[in-house]
């Protein structure tokens, strides 16, 4: 019998075995591993970050907290301790959490984890890529530490746009406080002059004092290699300050922000808000010495250099110490330079990042909006006490999370939704819990106005968004004509300028209970937030998850009797991308190692 001719010349087995392939390598592809991490979170007081006596929350009594490394699709399993005297929840900054609020962290979707018990997040870290990273979300805690970084690699199959790099390094850096965390919130809730006028004492890197400050223990410093290139993960996990990061006679080659790759530019100096993250590559292409690491923040006038972050980069070999005058960077006060590199900033549009096809294929050419939310921030005085504000409405934190309530009494009694104005701002300052709708599959334009004279940024949980403007003065409808639709970069923080707008696109495919709050944290806690509800009717699990078999019940639906003590942790724990996997994930294993078995095997078949 003769084969058959042409593209159908293979055996009807050929044809199955290629199908199932096909299908094992989907699957492989979409589950990944499950991670399994223990944490206990505790009260430090001998870390002494700033040489001072305080307290620092720790992690597994870590400052800065451990790294979650993972890849695209792992699932994550946090089972998070409290040995704190205060409630705690943790959130996952950049995380979109798909279909799944219910592990936001926040206060509008879950309980909190009272003092002396626990609670294990899960969560899947669905079709992303990228540096971000966690921290505190309630009470002001992450004035005190309790953050850390998270990787999120990408799968094999993926094309990045840049050579594997040596090694990669992460680097926290952010303001830092010299007191007590706790004084710092109680005088922000009674003070006037200190809500609106107090600032941090310094900056820290990795949870370390400054190279150049005789008080301080230890510095952090990266060790490299002559002529090798590495990869180093920047996230301001600040308080107030936004932030210029160099590295002395190095440029910086920018790749990453948020999840998103950009295209590459080669930069002197980086500008970094609070709550925002990047990825560089930096060749260690100079003589070998040790060279300055240099953050200091933009819009304050410090110059008392033991209050800037210093680190060094090290050579592997070199003998001479980091010294002499300290790099110069940009005017802290040039906002026009600042917009500049904000602009220059683009998504790279041809490069696979989660999935194989190229991010661009998804973008905001010519997409029709479906709601626009004209946001501004502002402060108040509200029954004697100092506010931050939405549209004059203060966010007031309801005993009950908003998803818990919408999950069992559809909100009733909690919130009312849409009771106050995403477009208009109210005569009269207010507090509220301030809920709004968002039309699921729809495209939303979020402006955010920054009624102040300092530094703003706002976050989306949930989803990452087209950053299309920025601009100085109100806002119009005409300002549209000067955004960038072409290729704006895809992040989830956005900064905003004193007396200015940034303007964003996101769509809101993800249904769910979702965060839309300042990441300035004396603003995040006094009201500069509210939450935007994605409701999708379908009951199908597929569209939206139910909540977990382990949630906590509180406020209106708090129990009687009181919490059980901390249950006994996973059978092992780990910060590795491929540590542990369940059954299911065994099996799954199982099936990739054989079909990568067989595609390899079989060269002339092509995926």
């Keep these: 019998m003769r084969l058959m001719s042409g593209s159908d010349h293979r055996r009807p087995w050929q044809i199955l075995h290629a199908t199932l392939l096909v299908i094992l390598l989907f699957a492989c592809r979409a589950h990944g591993e499950d991670i399994f991490l223990q944490w206990d979170v505790a009260v430090n007081t001998s870390i002494r970050p700033a040489s001072v006596d305080q307290p620092v929350i720790t992690i597994n009594g870590m400052f800065p907290g451990p790294l979650i490394n993972a890849t695209t699709n792992d699932v994550v399993h946090v089972n998070v301790v409290n040995h704190m005297d205060e409630a705690l929840l943790i959130t996952w900054n950049g995380i979109q959490q798909r279909r799944n609020s219910w592990q936001d962290g926040v206060s509008g979707t879950n309980c909190p984890i009272q003092p002396f018990t626990n609670w294990t997040y899960v969560f899947q870290l669905k079709d992303q890529i990228g540096t971000f990273s966690y921290f505190p979300s309630i009470n002001f805690l992450k004035a005190g530490g309790g953050f850390g970084p998270i990787r999120v690699h990408h799968r094999p199959v993926i094309q990045v746009p840049y050579l594997k790099p040596e090694a990669e390094f992460d680097l926290l850096v952010g303001d830092w406080y010299e007191t007590s965390y706790k004084d710092v919130r109680s005088t922000l809730s009674s003070n006037l002059m200190a809500a609106y006028n107090s600032t941090p004492d310094k900056i820290l890197m990795n949870g370390k004092g400054s190279y150049r400050d005789p008080l301080t223990k230890a510095y952090e410093s990266f060790t490299v290699k002559p002529g090798k290139t590495y990869l180093i993960r920047i996230s301001n996990v600040g308080s107030a300050w936004s932030l210029n990061f160099l590295i002395q006679n190095h440029r910086m080659v920018l790749v990453e922000t948020e999840g998103s790759y ?67 960077g940009p005017d802290p006060f040039d906002i026009e330079l600042s917009i500049n590199q904000a602009n220059s900033i683009r998504w790279n549009l041809t490069t696979g990042a989660a999935r194989p096809n190229p991010q661009g294929s998804f973008n905001v050419h010519n997409v029709t909006l479906s709601q626009t939310f004209i946001l501004s921030a502002s402060t108040a005085e509200i029954d004697g006490t100092p506010k931050f504000t939405v549209n004059n409405v203060s966010y007031l934190t309801p005993d009950t999370p908003l998803k818990l309530a919408d999950h069992l009494v559809n909100g009733s009694g909690v919130y009312e939704l849409d009771e106050f104005s995403t477009n208009s701002t109210i005569v009269k300052p207010e507090r509220g819990v301030f809920v709004a709708s968002g039309i699921h599959k729809g495209w939303i334009e979020l402006v955010f106005h920054n009624d102040l004279d300092v530094m703003d940024s706002w976050h989306l949980d949930g989803f990452g968004f087209f950053v299309v403007g920025y601009g100085r003065g109100k806002w119009r409808p005409k300002s549209r004509s000067t955004y960038n639709l072409y290729d704006p970069v895809v992040r989830s923080t956005v900064q905003v300028y004193p007396r200015g707008w940034s303007a964003a696109y996101a769509y809101l495919d993800n249904p769910g209970m979702w965060n839309l709050r300042s990441q300035q944290l004396k603003n995040w806690y006094l009201g500069e937030e509210l939450y935007v509800r994605v409701y999708d009717a379908d009951p199908n699990p597929e569209k939206e998850r139910p909540s977990p078999d382990n949630i906590l019940l509180c406020g209106k639906f708090a129990p009687t009797t009181p919490p059980s003590a901390p249950s006994a942790p996973p059978p092992k724990t780990s910060t590795a991308p491929s540590s542990q996997v369940t059954a299911a994930g065994s099996h799954i294993a199982i099936i990739c190692i054989v079909a990568t078995f067989i595609q390899t095997s079989r060269g002339s078949f092509n995926f």
Excluded: E, R, W
Aim: hydrophobic share 40%; glycine share 8%; charged share 10%.
């Design 262 to 328: 950009t295209n590459a530019i080669t930069l002197d100096y980086l500008d970094v808000h609070v709550g925002q993250s990047y990825s560089v590559l930096v060749t260690a292409d100079q003589a070998t010495s040790d060279y300055y690491m240099l953050a200091t923040p933009k819009l304050v006038n410090v110059t008392d250099m033991t209050k800037f972050g210093i680190g060094v980069l090290h050579y592997d070999s070199s003998t001479t110490a980091a010294g002499g005058p300290l790099p110069i």
